[in-house]
């Protein structure tokens, strides 16, 4: 079964500073690769995916993440996050040919003034 | 387009007591998806569905029942609610297993 492991529950970063939250992954079969993000009391909102072709992909808000097929990796990066980036990044990945997404458990990006 | 609603937004229950979760979606999705967030644990799947009249369980189906009567619909059952279904459910519906999920707003549900 895959699985996904995301290495920080929590991550305190000054406003403007880079960030990155990561996230690896069991199989390195054919996969789907997603950010999500979650502000507080909503549903989640896709910030990002990756299904083929470039390995480095952009998504909203400024995010990317770059797949990284050897480590089996799928990492989101922003050069300089700001208060309103305050909120909970869930990675899933899906099998090719999956109904089902796996998550993982979520990391809280708390960005400090 | 709203999108994917749930109803109800907040549920107090008691032990034992029955109800059921409304998860309605516009976008003519084929696929639909109950999950329960607690805190710690991310999303664990209970059930989903890939078509009108169908269901399948996921990671978590014990303790809830589903039905999906129409492609737009799907219903999440507790028979007899315990305290461990204390939750934040969410609904999400997706066109293609190979596309993005889009969740609804949930539903807090707290079993007394």
């Known amino acids: 079964a895959q699985s996904v492991t995301q290495l920080d529950s929590q991550v305190p970063v000054f406003e403007e500073a880079p960030v990155e939250l990561r996230c690896n992954y069991s199989s390195s079969v054919s996969v789907y690769l997603f950010w999500y993000v979650q502000y507080p009391n909503q549903g989640l909102q896709l910030l990002l995916k990756?299904?083929?072709?470039?390995?480095l992909v952009k998504g909203i808000n400024g995010f990317e993440a770059e797949f990284n097929k050897s480590q089996t990796s799928f990492h989101l990066r922003k050069p300089s996050v700001h208060i309103s980036d305050t909120a909970e990044y869930f990675c899933a990945v899906k099998k090719g040919g999956s109904y089902i997404p796996t998550f993982g458990r979520g990391t809280s990006l708390i960005v400090h003034p | 387009n709203a999108g994917v609603t749930q109803t109800p937004k907040f549920r107090v229950l008691k032990t034992g007591q029955s109800m059921t979760l409304l998860c309605a979606q516009d976008?003519?999705?084929?696929?639909m998806y109950w999950y329960r967030q607690d805190p710690g644990m991310g999303l664990r799947l209970i059930h989903y569905s890939v078509g009108e009249g169908t269901t399948a369980k996921g990671e978590v189906p014990d303790g809830y029942n589903v039905s999906r009567l129409k492609k737009q619909n799907f219903l999440l059952g507790l028979e007899s609610a315990a305290p461990s279904q204390t939750s934040v459910y969410f609904c999400?519906?997706?066109?293609?297993?190979?596309?993005?999920?889009?969740f609804g707003p949930g539903t807090r549900l707290l079993v007394l």
């Open positions: 990756y299904l083929s072709g470039s390995t």
């Open positions: 976008m003519n999705h084929e696929y």
């Open positions: 999400a519906s997706t066109p293609d297993i190979q596309e993005t999920q889009y």
